[in-house]
């Protein structure tokens, strides 16, 4: 082969590379942002114990590692924002053929009422999948604070902020989804599970 033959290749070559390289850089779609807010210093949330529907102790974090993990925290007598957040979760999960490595878990924020039993019958409801926690006053306040969850009140009514966050496999907290947000969570979850 001669020499002019050889660089001719070398140059069709590299008119290939270069173009594959400008569409995989410019031209390709990418995915859009993510709807939720990034947490800019991912918190660790390992250490926080709470109590599942079977009574056993369990680490929010290191029971569900290796695993993306959806947590919200409200209570099993909310008439409102509570079962709206269940029903949405429970749509996306079942949208998406229930994604290995995904986890969803409901914390109370009602544990005087919200008992083991109480958090089975109630998640039930939406999806045998999905985790439910409870605990001591004390555990539930420590997790609250960990997810930057305010809650008051007792009874039929506890206030409290309506948000899911989002743990990583290695168990820290890295995106939360507020409920004007929320809505978009499930054409979030491909995306949050190939990056977490």
């Known amino acids: ?34 709807a939720g807010t990034m947490l800019q210093n991912p918190v660790p949330v390992t250490g926080l114990r709470l109590i599942d529907t079977a009574g056993h102790e369990v680490d929010l974090a290191d029971d569900f590692a290796g695993s993306v993990t959806l947590v919200f925290f409200g209570y099993t007598r909310c008439p409102d924002v509570c079962p709206l957040t269940m029903a949405r979760l429970t749509r996306a999960y079942e949208i998406l053929g229930a994604p290995t490595g995904l986890k969803v878990v409901m914390v ?65 907290l890295r995106y939360i989804y507020g409920q004007d947000v929320v809505v978009k969570l499930g054409d979030d979850i491909p995306e949050l599970l190939r990056e977490l």
């Open 1 to 34: 082969m001669s020499r002019t033959v050889k660089v001719l290749w070398i140059v069709a070559a590299l008119a290939v590379v270069g173009a594959a390289a400008y569409y995989w850089g410019a031209v390709r779609p990418r995915p859009a942002a993510l």
């Open 108 to 172: 109370s924020v009602d544990p005087g009422h919200d008992t083991p039993e109480v958090m089975a019958e109630y998640l039930s409801r939406y999806h045998p999948d999905f985790v439910g926690l409870t605990g001591s006053n004390s555990q539930v306040a420590e997790a609250a604070r960990t997810f930057f969850v305010g809650y008051a009140g007792s009874g039929a009514t506890v206030a409290h902020t309506d948000v899911v966050g989002v743990l990583d496999r290695h168990g820290s």
